[in-house]
């Protein structure tokens, strides 16, 4: 259900044809490398926080090899990176864990693109469930997530 609610999202975009609901799961960086045949960097992550309010919530979208930086986040951010609990995740992004994705979300959900994904043409995030994804530039990801801005809250998985 979650992917077409992403599809009619990205009809405003002429996005929504592009979506690939994948025979295999793309619940992570590596399965939807995999998947999709590409790195895994360059597959685009959407990360999910708890906001400073409650119930608001902060999406970082970030390359596949990159993590968090704690200190970076909360300097950012001004607070604490935390991210919700299982169970909370789909009531404030819109989408279970493992579709979780910058698109559709609910008015509570703020979305950031981590720099990390600039270094590439297209990226692959999620398109609302653990088997799909949808190739974008950076500049089509920034339009169609709604995008606040571009942050470097990120540092490379060691």
């Given at each position: 259900?979650?992917?077409?609610?992403?599809?009619?999202?990205?009809?405003?975009?002429?996005?929504?044809?592009?979506?690939?609901?994948?025979?295999?799961?793309?619940?992570?960086?590596?399965?939807?490398?995999?998947?999709?045949?590409?790195?895994?960097?360059?597959?685009?992550?959407?990360?999910?926080?708890?906001?400073?309010?409650?119930?608001?919530?902060?999406?970082?979208?970030?390359?596949?090899?990159?993590?968090?930086?704690?200190?970076?986040?909360?300097?950012?951010?001004?607070?604490?990176?935390?991210?919700?609990?299982?169970?909370?995740?789909?009531?404030?992004?819109?989408?279970?864990?493992?579709?979780?994705?910058?698109?559709?979300?609910?008015?509570?959900?703020?979305?950031?693109?981590?720099?990390?994904?600039?270094?590439?043409?297209?990226?692959f995030p999620a398109a609302g469930s653990g088997n799909s994804a949808v190739e974008m530039t950076c500049d089509?990801?920034?339009?169609?997530?709604?995008?606040?801005?571009?942050?470097?809250?990120?540092?490379?998985?060691?």
């Amino acid at each position: 259900m979650s992917v077409e609610k992403v599809r009619e999202y990205l009809k405003e975009f002429h996005k929504d044809q592009d979506i690939q609901v994948l025979s295999e799961s793309s619940a992570t960086v590596e399965l939807a490398a995999k998947a999709v045949g590409v790195e895994p960097a360059r597959i685009a992550k959407t990360l999910s926080f708890c906001g400073k309010e409650e119930g608001t919530c902060v999406l970082v979208v970030t390359a596949g090899d990159q993590k968090v930086d704690n200190s970076k986040f909360k300097h950012f951010f001004g607070m604490k990176a935390k991210m919700p609990k299982g169970d909370e995740v789909e009531k404030l992004t819109g989408h279970a864990p493992g579709g979780v994705c910058p698109f559709a979300n609910p008015p509570h959900t703020a979305v950031y693109l981590d720099t990390s994904m600039k270094r590439f043409d297209t990226v692959f995030p999620a398109a609302g469930s653990g088997n799909s994804a949808v190739e974008m530039t950076c500049d089509e990801l920034f339009a169609c997530s709604g995008a606040r801005e571009w942050v470097d809250v990120c540092k490379p998985i060691q």
